[in-house]
Each structure stands twice: as C-alpha cells, then as structure tokens.
C-alpha cells in the first residue's frame, strides 16, 4: 500500500485568493489523481497528473482555476485559484501503481472559503 | 445512464443484522472493481477489491454479477463500528481513471 500526505490538511481562505495543495507519496506511482468532495456528495474527478506533463482534466475542471504539477512520480500539487465559496470543499490526492490496481487516498485538505 | 450507481440509502439495521449494497455499472468491459469505505470527514479506504470469483474477509462479502453488470457487498453480523458510507468503484476499461458511486449510508443501531 502507498502512504500518502497532503498538505494543509484544512484551511480558511480570503474569496479571490488562491491555495496550493501539496501531496507526496511514500513510494513511485504510475497514477495521481486530484479529486473533490463537495459536502455530502461523493467524490468527483478533477483531473489526472501527468508526470512531466499538463494534467488530463475532466468535464467541468479547467487548468487556469485549478493548475496542477506533477513535478516526479511521488510528488504533486493542485492550487484553487481564486477562490469563492463554491470552491469550499475537501480536495482529495489519491495514487495507484498502475491502472486497475488499488487506490490510496490522502487525508484530504478542507477548504473553507469566506 | 450513470456510469456507477449505488443507493444513496440510509439503511439503518440493527447490530447483529445482515445487510447488502448492489452497486451497477453501464460499461459491461470494466475489469476492476473495489468497495471502499468512508467515515464521517475522513478519507476513501479500501475495504475490499472484488474479483470475478468473488471475495470474502471475515463478515464481508463482495460478489461480481458481470452478467446483470452489478457488484454486491454483503455484511454479516453488523456491529456499531459499521456504520459509515460504503463507495463503489469502478475502473473502466481503456482507461486509468477510477469512477465513484455517490454510496450508500449504512447506519447500524444498537
């Protein structure tokens, strides 16, 4: 299993400022993925994280409100940009070795925006 | 169609019940499918992955029905510490991405 930590783990943020999440996992991974959870609904792709590569985004999630780096295979982050109070959620990073194997999540990081 | 499906619930049994979650999925190819658990503000975890032969670990069952596109998790003697949203997970085929279902509540009462 991979252990993964993300960081902050919760934060209350200005509406129009922006907040980078940052995620390390303890061993290499083929796959990294940013998701979120919105209260009481279930999790929602944001986008996969390439290695060495712009980030595959989902329906919905674009790359200048929500830019993500993937700088190796261990390491990645997702930034909210300019936040507003539709943005309050908790922002999940989640690794697999490969395709169609398990998934590890992290801790998740709560966001607040006020 | 959604892609992954599960009752949203509430199921609320008493402890000492059996209890079980179908979840369907519309790609009839997938391969891959795990049940995991989520508490309350806490993250995913891996409850159990599901294989064409089925699985069991002690009171959980999970069973693959590729033929009505469905995967079940069945618990046994439910106890307190149960209670929480079970995820359905699929990973369709020809891709890496993993789709969630919205899960389904379980509350176990004493």
């Known amino acids: 299993s991979a252990v993964i930590s993300q960081k902050p783990s919760r934060d209350i943020c200005q509406r129009g400022t922006s907040l980078t999440i940052q995620c390390q996992v303890d061993s290499q991974v083929t796959m990294m993925f940013w998701y979120r959870q919105q209260p009481g609904q279930s999790l929602t792709l944001i986008a996969t994280a390439n290695q060495g590569s712009e980030a595959t985004y989902e329906s919905g999630f674009v790359i200048d409100k929500f830019p993500i780096s993937r700088p190796n295979l261990t390491f990645s982050t997702l930034t909210v940009s300019n936040m507003s109070p539709e943005d309050s959620s908790i922002y999940l990073c989640?690794?697999?070795?490969?395709?169609?194997?398990?998934?590890?999540f992290g801790e998740g990081s709560w966001l607040t925006v006020v | 169609r959604k892609e992954v499906e599960q009752d949203p619930g509430p199921f609320n049994v008493p402890e000492g019940a059996t209890v079980a979650f179908n979840c369907t999925y519309s790609n009839s190819a997938s391969q891959s499918f795990f049940w995991y658990r989520q508490d309350c503000r806490k993250e995913p975890k891996l409850l159990m992955s599901v294989y064409s032969s089925g699985n069991e670990d002690g009171r959980f069952t999970a069973q693959l029905n590729r033929a009505s596109q469905y995967i079940s998790l069945l618990i046994r003697d439910s106890k307190l510490s149960d209670s929480a949203t079970y995820l359905c997970?699929?990973?369709?085929?020809?891709?890496?991405?993993?789709?969630f279902g919205t899960g389904t509540r379980l509350k176990v009462l004493a």
């Open positions: 997970v699929v990973n369709p085929p020809g891709t890496y991405k993993y789709i």
């Open positions: 989640s690794a697999s070795a490969y395709s169609g194997n398990t998934i590890y």
